[in-house]
């Protein structure tokens, strides 16, 4: 990958480039590291850095082009082709698998030329294909990911059950690590406080990193647990964890009280315990499991692939639901330092990204099965805290590119996202959807 300064003196010397514009432009939530300019006559952006940015980078595009298609500062551009310039020497990678499929998936009047800029000023051509082999899952390294999807049990081990049953509020749920055989995430409000598996277990509230200061999380919890983290593992460990976490939860809420912040975890929290009505354009969705399944939240964190990639680990997913037998995979986005433009955005990249992986993984459907899910049928969300009313350009433009994808933006109550204690308010109005 070419860094950004590296990227602009290479346009810089290209031919056929123009209006090279490097700057944060905050009009169009566009960060400086996605390059814009005129490619051979086309609105282009060039970018290099990380993976994420380099993925996002065509959904910047894709706005800009939706927002003013025939005029670039001035500029005369083509309207039906825009080109995005992916600054790397390596071929096959994550971000450019992601891209293909973000490309071949733009239902749009105009069409995205994907091209690869090397270091040394060569301008490669990219397949306009989507990836069409996403269910090969030793190509893309998930063969692993079936058994231990499986072999996450119908309820948590006795261990688990033990902790819940003694701290009895409703925000304290248990998730299944999706990633690890039997382990689980028991969280507050989606606040990981710990993680238990069979036998053994701790309990912790974020971590102490050096030269770091410490969040307000975690220095709640020192509070309680001097120490930073317990051991669980017999009755004894089990009854110090209870009274640590309950102890932590009287805190946290004084702390966090009459907050109006935003917090992306918390509404996780709500959705997958039935709190927040989803509504999509064809119906309500339902969960993953019905809430008679005591207090754990399925359908958390699925594991994905966006290409090929040497990392172990995936892309997670926030929230899978369901409306009868087909699922939903749903981005949650919340107001945040980062604003409502370029985040809501790159929201719909992954939706689009996750939906993908879930349609094409064959070699998952067993554990689809098991929820009476098919897999192939699996459609696409955002969903974001309602727009305030001098946020309603955004909106607009959000729901533009979501059309262009074929993704649902749905709005839910405000308060729902609200790191601040929640408890169900009567009449709350149901959340609703658009669809182009």
Known sequence: MLTREALISLLHRMPGVSAIDASSDRRHSVVNTVVRCVHEGQRAVAVGTDTKTQIGALLDLVDLHLHDADVLDGTPVASEEVTLLLAQDEWDTEAEGALRTLAAHLHAPFRV?????????????????????????????????????????????????????????EQFRAYPV???????????????????????????????HEGARRGPERSAWTEVVPTGRLTIDDDRSVAAAVRAINCFAEAWVQVVSGSLKHNEHALESRVLRGLVPITTSTGRLDLLRTPADGRVNWGSQFPTRWGRTAASGGRYL??????????????????????????????????????????????????????????????????????????DGWRRRLQRVCEAFDVELIEVPEHFARTAAHEPVEGSPVASGTHS
């Open 113 to 169: 030329d994907l091209r690869r800029l090397t270091s040394q000023g060569g301008v490669l051509p990219i397949s306009a294909a989507g990836l069409d082999d996403m269910g090969d899952h030793q190509k893309y390294r998930y063969t692993d990911w079936l058994d231990l999807l499986m072999s996450v049990e119908d309820s948590p081990p006795p261990l688990v059950q033990r902790l819940l049953g003694a701290l009895p509020r």
């Open 178 to 208: 999706l990633g690890t055989k039997n382990w689980w995430s028991l969280r507050l409000e989606g606040l990981e406080v710990a993680q238990v598996g069979p036998y053994k277990g701790w309990a912790q509230v974020g971590a102490d």
């Open 318 to 391: 926030d929230v899978l639901m369901r409306e009868n037998s087909t699922p939903w995979a749903l981005e949650l986005k919340v107001e945040g330092s980062q604003g409502v433009g370029n985040y809501y955005r790159h929201a719909v990249d992954q939706a689009v990204l996750y939906r993908h992986f879930i349609r094409s993984a064959t070699h998952l459907a067993p554990w689809f099965e098991r929820f009476g899910l098919d897999h192939t049928a699996c459609r696409a969300a955002v969903v974001v805290p309602e727009f305030r009313s001098a946020a």
